[in-house]
């Protein structure tokens, strides 16, 4: 699970499938985004000014860097 606010837009992470559903702020969702971490992994999520995603990642320990 991870919760993001960023430029008008709600970023979810999705611990059951290990996917960041985008929405817009009426509840639309208009992205799903593959991470490759599998379920039971998402534990975070931000995002940086320069366009990359974090996610945690507690399956594995780690911090994994997505291009978004």
Aim: net charge positive.
């Amino acid at each position: 699970s991870g919760l993001l606010l960023h430029a008008g837009a709600l970023w979810v992470g999705d611990h059951s499938t290990g996917r960041i559903h985008v929405f817009r702020l009426d509840g639309t969702r208009v992205r799903v985004i593959n991470t490759g971490l599998g379920p039971g992994s998402i534990t975070g999520v931000a995002r940086s000014s320069e366009g990359w995603l974090y996610v945690l990642d507690a399956r594995r320990d780690r911090v994994v860097r997505i291009r978004s």
